[in-house]
């Protein structure tokens, strides 16, 4: 086992490392490439990979180039139906334009093995999320040209009422609008829909679907969640106490790294009875037909992908009185 003074030594090295990433200047232009695409998985593996370049030395002024020629492109892609394609193909070859600086060798030729592995499933994924994106948003035939926002976990709040003009024709005018204003500091748009077809556990058939802010505005009910108060890998749940049907975001832990809170919970039952005091009597996925109750299933992002309302859970409310309500609790927005 080696001394405990080799552990301290990489705690700080791993700090110093991660403080320096924190003040790159590499970061920021990555970070604003990440904000404008819809293409997330490629977006993020784009960036995983300059990072360890930068953590290696690998640092060039070819890297740097890379990463800005990428940058300028991906700024002057149009909002569009063809978007995702061209944002893809731009990343893509920021990608292939980074694997020279990987290295030689036999560790070279398995980084490279390794990053063509992770490339793969990053299209597949992004190409999935793009596939439901398309499916939920269709053309809305509604001609009101005000836009209604509630806020998930704030009903005395909303509805915030945006009027669609000639300058506010994407969703991320939308979320430009809510930060500028100080409205909602890091918002995330979810779009309300009405379909039994798709969420057939409630008459109402109430769901949401997470707005790409490159798409057009087409849908005028939106909800929003502030992200300064949602982990970055959360879910939408349509909580149903018999009386209300609500949208909670939920944190989903990361498959294969952190178990999903303090308490280790193991199911999604036993973690959401800890987090809100109910107790849950159903949990199903809208998208299984054949109706199977997830109650002991694992609660992390394979089984519950982030981004996503899937879940109907009905609850409960078990809360002892004297009891103090947990932090974590349901958040409750009715819906209007």
Not at 27 to 46: Q, T, Y
Request: net charge negative; proline share 6%; glycine share 6%.
């Amino acid at each position: 086992m080696p001394p405990l003074g080799y552990h301290v030594y990489r705690l700080n090295a791993d700090y110093e490392i991660s403080r320096r990433w924190q003040e790159h200047p590499l970061k920021g232009e990555l970070d604003k490439i990440r904000e404008e695409v819809p293409n997330e998985s490629l977006a993020n593996l784009f960036t995983r990979t300059v990072k360890r370049l930068v953590e290696k030395k690998k640092q060039s002024s070819e890297l740097e180039q890379i990463v800005l020629s990428v940058r300028d492109r991906i700024l002057a892609v149009d909002d569009g139906d063809e978007s995702f394609q061209q944002c893809r193909q731009i990343l893509r070859e920021g990608i292939s334009g980074v694997k020279p600086l990987v290295g030689q060798g036999i560790l070279g030729r398995l980084s490279l093995d390794k990053l063509a592995r992770e490339e793969e499933k990053a299209l597949e994924e992004d190409e999935g999320r793009h596939e439901r994106v398309q499916l939920h948003s269709q053309p809305s035939s509604n001609a009101n040209t005000e836009v209604q926002i509630f806020f998930m976990g704030e009903p005395d709040r909303g509805p915030y009422l945006l009027r669609k003009d000639p300058v506010t024709t994407t969703y991320n005018h939308i979320i430009w609008h809510l930060r500028f204003h100080g409205i909602v500091k890091a918002p995330q748009l979810w779009i309300r829909r009405e379909d039994p077809n798709v969420q057939p556990y409630t008459s109402s058939g109430r769901h949401w679907v997470f707005a790409i802010g490159h798409v057009p505005i087409n849908e005028m009910v939106l909800d929003t969640v502030e992200m300064a108060n949602v982990p970055d890998y959360y879910i939408v749940a349509l909580v149903d106490d018999g009386e209300t049907e609500l949208p909670s975001p939920v944190g989903v832990p990361i498959f294969g790294k952190a178990p999903c809170c303090d308490l280790s919970c193991g199911s999604l039952s036993a973690h959401l009875e800890a987090i809100w005091a109910v107790r849950v009597e159903q949990a199903r996925l809208f998208r299984d037909r054949n109706d199977v109750c997830v109650l002991n299933a694992a609660f992390n992002s394979m089984q519950f992908p982030s981004q996503t309302n899937e879940l109907y859970v009905k609850v409960v409310r078990q809360m002892d009185v004297d009891q103090e309500p947990s932090s974590s609790a349901i958040i409750e927005t009715p819906v209007q």
